[in-house]
């Protein structure tokens, strides 16, 4: 608790507010109680992107496609399958 508290000595007020409101939105979120959290549909996600760069297909097409291709990398955990049980697809 004591080493705690030193740590949060050496932060700044600024950052002790973000950190808070950071929390306080998790915890909204995780309550359901976030008006301004949203979570699109496969079918609003591809109405809000732009059409020119949307890979066609379904969810599982789309998952395959990124992490398989090579330029641009996608992010490490969907390429090497670390996070791909939280996708709902295991490999």
Do not use: N, W, Y
């Not at 409101?21 to 109405?47: C, F, I, N």
């Not at 330029?71 to 049980?85: C, E, I, L, N, T």
């Amino acid at each position: 608790m004591i080493a705690a508290l030193r740590k949060l000595r050496t932060r700044s007020f600024a950052e002790l507010r973000e950190r808070a409101g950071q929390k306080m939105a998790a915890a909204l979120e995780a309550r359901g109680l976030a008006s301004t959290v949203h979570e699109p549909s496969d079918e609003e996600l591809a109405q809000l992107l732009d059409p020119a760069v949307l890979v066609p297909g379904s969810a599982e097409q789309r998952l395959a496609h990124f992490s398989t291709r090579e330029d641009p990398r996608f992010f490490r955990g969907v390429r090497d399958g670390a996070s791909a049980a939280s996708l709902g697809t295991a490999r």
